[in-house]
């Protein structure tokens, strides 16, 4: 089964680019990768998500390797309210459906 | 549009009982999961229904049931509890499965200690 590898904590200033990295080296073509991050004490929301291209929306952008073993989410200038736990899934839409998250990054924002 | 909502938000069973949480949407959405959350960890699907009457098997759903009676509300059920199930339970609901074309709502969770 596919499965997905993010550090455990990532530190960045207040109006700062952050780019956090997701490794899903097991990848199969069917899996999209998408991004959820999670405030304290709420559900997961969403982000983002690709397939193969680079893709950018009012949140942020998301980087894929060509080969689709490892992706980036960046955020362009993070905000003391971009502090969360950012999640990076794989979701297959074959037959089989999977949906595989990740541990987690939990993003620190210093002021 | 109060979105995915759950209930309860808090419990505390003791071992060998049983209990049932219950998600409703209102959005109309097809497809709707429960995923259990433990700390330090990411989520990890329970079980899934793609439509009213249907039920699948997730990663993690021994110890649970699931039924989907009407599209709005997706209930889990646990026969017997242990304290390996003390846990944080989200449901998500989505008109399509999220692949390319949709997204995941979710509740704001139940937070289950079993002692």
């Known amino acids: 089964d596919a499965k997905t590898t993010q550090p455990n904590s990532m530190e960045s200033n207040e109006e700062e680019p952050v780019h956090l990295p997701c490794n899903h080296s097991?990848?199969?073509?069917?899996?999209?990768i998408h991004w959820y991050r999670q405030l304290p004490s709420q559900g997961p929301e969403y982000v983002i998500h690709?397939?193969?291209?680079?893709v950018n929306n009012r949140m942020a952008s998301l980087a894929i390797a060509e080969d689709r073993k490892s992706s980036t989410l960046i955020l362009h200038r993070a905000t003391l309210r971009d502090a969360a736990v950012y999640y990076c899934i794989l979701i297959r839409v074959d037959s089989n459906y999977q949906l595989i998250w990740g541990a987690g990054t939990k993003l620190i924002i210093k002021p | 549009n109060a979105g995915v909502t759950q209930t309860p938000k808090f419990r505390v069973l003791k071992t060998g009982q049983s209990m049932t949480l219950l998600c409703a949407q209102d959005m109309n959405h097809e497809y709707m999961y429960w995923y259990r959350q433990d700390p330090g960890m990411g989520l990890r699907l329970i079980h899934y229904?793609?439509?009213?009457?249907?039920?699948a098997k997730g990663e993690v759903p021994d110890g649970y049931n699931v039924s989907r009676l009407k599209k709005q509300n997706f209930l889990l059920g646990l026969e017997s509890a242990a304290p390996s199930q003390t846990s944080v339970y989200f449901c998500?609901?989505?008109?399509?499965?999220?692949?390319?074309?949709?997204?995941?709502?979710f509740g704001p969770g139940t937070r289950l200690t079993v002692t």
């Open positions: 097991t990848i199969s073509g069917t899996d999209y």
């Open positions: 229904s793609v439509g009213e009457g249907t039920t």
């Open positions: 998500a609901s989505s008109y399509f499965w999220p692949g390319d074309t949709d997204e995941q709502y």
């Open positions: 690709g397939l193969t291209s680079n």
